[in-house]
T-cell receptor, first 112, second 112 residues
Framework: AQSVSQHNHHVILSEAASLELGCNYS??????LFWYVQYPGQHLQLLLK??????LVKGIKGFEAEFIKSKFSFNLRKPSVQWSDTAEYFC??????????FGGGTRVLVKP | EADIYQTPRYLVIGTGKKITLECSQT?????MYWYQQDPGMELHLIHY???????EKGDLSSESTVSRIRTEHFPLTLESARPSHTSQYLC???????????FGQGTRLTVV
């Protein structure tokens, strides 16, 4: 069965700091990978996705993620965060069939 | 803006009552999902459907049931609500495994 692990539950950092959130999945075949964000009081929305091609994908709001197949990882990065990046971030994987499985989420607090 | 709607947004109900949480989408998506999310916690997949008359159980065992009689409609039913069912329920839909899932605003259920 596919599963997704996000290593950090909570991250606190200051504005302009760099952010990297870890995501690992367990599935040996072809995967489609996603990062979603949930701002306070809002619904989940897509940040970026990977399904083939260049393993470095760029998303909205300056976020990017790198797919490393050998490490079963899809880490999210942003070089310089803003206060408005305060949110919860979820990694998700679609491997076998139609299931879309999410990780536990990482709550990010950016201090002004 | 995604066209996926959940009703009600908030529901407080007594133990033993039967409830149905509604989810509708107007995008013609064939795949639909129900997730359960406790505050600040991960999303657990409880049900999904890949088309009319198809439903599957997700990763987290749930006493709820679902139906998919029409493409646009994917209601979730609890025959006898219990306090342990108190949670937020999120509905999502998408077209294919490489496409993003669109989420509704969620239904926050409290069983007293």
């Amino acid at each position: 069965a596919q599963s997704v692990s996000q290593h950090n539950h909570h991250v606190i950092l200051s504005e302009a700091a760099s952010l990297e959130l870890g995501c690992n999945y367990s599935y040996g075949g072809t995967v489609n990978l996603f990062w979603y964000v949930q701002y306070p009081g809002q619904h989940l929305q897509l940040l970026l996705k990977y399904f083939s091609g260049d393993p470095l994908v760029k998303g909205i709001k300056g976020f990017e993620a790198e797919f490393i197949k050998s490490k079963f990882s899809f880490n999210l990065r942003k070089p310089s965060v803003q206060w408005s990046d305060t949110a919860e971030y979820f990694c998700a994987v679609n491997a076998a069939g139609n299931k879309l499985t999410f990780g536990g989420g990482t709550r990010v607090l950016v201090k002004p | 803006e995604a066209d996926i709607y959940q009703t009600p947004r908030y529901l407080v109900i007594g133990t033993g009552k039967k409830i149905t949480l509604e989810c509708s989408q107007t995008m013609g998506h064939d795949k639909m999902y129900w997730y359960q999310q406790d505050p600040g916690m991960e999303l657990h997949l409880i049900h999904y459907s890949y088309g009319v008359n198809s439903t599957e159980k997700g990763d987290l065992s749930s006493e709820s049931t679902v139906s998919r009689i029409r493409t646009e409609h994917f209601p979730l039913t609890l025959e006898s609500a219990r306090p342990s069912h108190t949670s937020q329920y999120l509905c999502a839909s998408r077209t294919g495994v490489t496409t993003e899932a669109f989420f509704g605003q969620g239904t926050r259920l409290t069983v007293v």
